[in-house]
T-cell receptor, first 115, second 112 residues
Framework: GAGVSQSPRYKVAKRGQDVALRCDPISGHVSLFWYQQALGQGPEFLTYFQNEAQLDKSGLPSDRFFAERPEGSVSTLKIQRTQQEDSAVYLC?????????????FGNGTRLTVT | GDSVTQMEGPVTLSEEAFLTINCTYTATGYPSLFWYVQYPGEGLQLLLKATKADDKGSNKGFEATYRKETTSFHLEKGSVQVSDSAVYFCALLNTNAGKSTFGDGTTLTVKP
């Protein structure tokens, strides 16, 4: 596709449910990032991949959060036993490579609401 | 760790007014600096970038200069339009860490 695609666009989960958020990056983009954006704030880094390797997961807030990119293309962010504080917009971004002149290309995000 | 501080908003201007949105950063090494823009209902997209000190990024009439001595990357536009109404995010890319750090965003509303 022409851009980064995320699905679903909106997700409502009851507290305690598991959710899976999908990201389809731009074809050929080596690096893939997940960010969490709370209302009125900037994106906060969660994790990133270079191809299928998860190089940094230091931003994942707890062991309930898990991300994978098994074939170096599509990625899934999974949140187990969702809590209300997990409510946020989850942004996926991809870039050609993590060099200092490679900007991020963002998807439109998945808005997660935990009730 | 790395951090980015943007001037607080919201900012409301009349069409054709001059715009400045301040951005300062703290980082190890030599980061690249970016401004991203989010128009209503859309995802974040790159507005401009600068990869080394004294570089000037420019796009769509917007400009920002990478000032290492003041650790700043202020966004400017000489004459804003209604269509510039959006949220603007300043960000840095630390290539050692491989990840970008964002400010909290500044909401700009331009009135006709």
């Amino acid at each position: 596709g022409a851009g980064v695609s995320q699905s679903p666009r909106y997700k409502v989960a009851k507290r305690g449910q598991d959710v899976a958020l999908r990201c389809d990056p731009i074809s050929g983009h080596v690096s893939l990032f997940w960010y969490q954006q709370a209302l009125g704030q900037g994106p906060e880094f969660l994790t990133y991949f270079q191809n299928e390797a998860q190089l940094d997961k230091s931003g994942l807030p707890s062991d309930r959060f898990f991300a994978e990119r098994p074939e170096g293309s599509v990625s899934t962010l999974k949140i187990q036993r969702t809590q209300q504080e997990d409510s946020a917009v989850y942004l996926c971004a991809s870039s050609l490579i993590t060099e200092n002149n490679s900007p991020l290309h963002f998807g439109n995000g998945t808005r997660l609401t935990v009730t | 760790g790395d951090s980015v501080t943007q001037m607080e908003g919201p900012v409301t201007l009349s069409e054709e007014a001059f715009l400045t949105i301040n951005c300062t950063y703290t980082a190890t090494g030599y980061p690249s600096l970016f401004w991203y823009v989010q128009y209503p209902g859309e995802g974040l997209q790159l507005l401009l970038k600068a990869t080394k000190a004294d570089d000037k990024g420019s796009n769509k009439g917007f400009e920002a200069t990478y000032r290492k001595e003041t650790t700043s990357f202020h966004l400017e536009k000489g004459s804003v339009q209604v269509s510039d109404s959006a949220v603007y995010f300043c960000a840095l890319l630390n290539t050692n860490a491989g990840k970008s750090t964002f400010g909290d965003g500044t909401t700009l509303t331009v009135k006709p």
